[in-house]
């Protein structure tokens, strides 16, 4: 069993609908949350981050939290065709340097 | 307004062969790091460093080799190429203090035949 779990879509969307993408993990150390986008051929680019449970907001953004559940959530408000990519959420110990990745959930958002 | 810089960015290479990857940063981050991007896979750590001389295993460390001569720039070996080898390779960098998220270059795509 992978340590963080990632549906990998396709996920396909209309312009302006809500976007909920989830990873769920099963080490309880991990404290510090991430999430990345990733476009087409580009590298991973810091989009949220996080401590410990709760919710954190930036924009149309929000990253939430639930480590009872071990299940971590971003919503994506108003979502536009700029926003498709991939989306990475990653995790790390506490005091540790290795981030742990999910694999990615592709999202489509049409026009 | 750098960041992290990879070169090259598209390499083909015969079975055999070898090459380095380059990594550079201008972040003057401690903490760099090599990764790999298979489809299905995710990304998976080869090697990384804590700082200018060091260097450490990751998950997938077999066939690579790394070295961190200058506290900006981090190489990537490869010494006999193999088909397994044919990926998307990523480096990444962070700041000393712990728990920090890290920041990534554009990637090199590296094709073995």
């Known amino acids: 069993q992978k340590e963080v779990e990632q549906d990998p879509g396709p996920l396909s969307v209309p312009e302006g609908a809500i976007v909920s993408l989830n990873c769920t993990y099963s080490?309880?150390?991990?404290?510090?949350f991430m999430w990345y986008r990733q476009y087409s051929r580009k590298g991973p680019e810091l989009l949220m981050y996080t401590y410990s449970s709760g919710n954190k907001e930036d924009g149309r953004f929000t990253a939430q939290v639930d480590k009872s559940s071990k299940y971590i959530s971003l919503f994506i408000r108003d979502s536009q065709p700029s926003d498709s990519a991939t989306y990475l959420c990653?995790?790390?110990?506490?005091?540790?340097?290795?981030?742990?990745f999910g694999t990615g959930t592709r999202l489509l958002v049409s026009p | 307004n750098a960041g992290v810089t990879q070169t090259p960015k598209f390499r083909v290479l015969k079975t055999g062969q070898s090459m380095t990857l380059l990594c550079a940063q201008d972040m003057n981050h401690e903490y760099m790091y090599w990764y790999r991007q298979d489809p299905g896979m995710g990304l998976r750590l080869i090697h990384y460093s804590v700082g200018e001389g060091t260097t450490a295993k990751g998950e997938v460390p077999d066939g690579y080799n790394v070295s961190r001569l200058k506290k900006q720039n981090f190489l990537l070996g490869l010494e006999s190429a193999a088909p397994s080898q044919t990926s998307v390779y990523f480096c990444?960098?962070?700041?000393?203090?712990?728990?920090?998220?890290?920041?990534f270059g554009d990637g090199t795509r590296l094709s073995i035949l």
């Open positions: 990653a995790m790390i110990n506490t005091g540790f340097q290795k981030l742990v």
């Open positions: 990444a960098s962070s700041p000393r203090r712990v728990n920090q998220p890290q920041h």
């Open positions: 080490n309880s150390a991990f404290q510090y």
